[in-house]
């Protein structure tokens, strides 16, 4: 038997908008095409225990599909999913968005992607620095997207 192995990938972003903003541009899925670089679309509605349909396309590399199950959602705090690769254990990823208020007005956001990646076949799959680079292009963005939509308001 291969054993498990664990690989952890995360990008923080601070966004100078509340966090009900950036909320409301993570959950906008029906925009992915329109400005997001990784995550190129999501289908399925953001509730606990709906199945998602989610294309991403890390930097020079082709698109993969998956179809990950939401496991939780704390609105303006948590989006998460769960994924797997054929069976468990030999290629899980449980993803999560973190949304975090930041100084006393909590009109600033620390935004945090990461995805925790399982199983035997992790090490030949997974290429950590392409996905990193996935996860900083779309916290660019949702940054971008969430200040440029605040500005606007103004």
Known sequence: MLPSLMFNIEAFE??????????????????????????????????????LEVTIQ?????????????????????????GRLFVPFVFDGYHEFHLEPVGDDNRRTRFLQRETFRGALVPILLDEDKIMRGFEAMNRAIKERAERRLSVER
């Open 58 to 82: 890390p930097p020079a590399s082709r698109s993969m599909t998956f179809t990950p199950d939401v496991i939780a959602v704390e609105p303006n705090r948590r989006l998460a999913w769960r």
């Open 14 to 51: 601070e966004i100078d908008a509340p966090p009900d903003a950036v909320w409301e541009v993570l959950l906008e899925f029906d925009t992915y095409p329109e400005w997001n670089p990784f995550v190129r679309s999501i289908t399925g509605l953001p509730v606990e225990g709906e199945r």
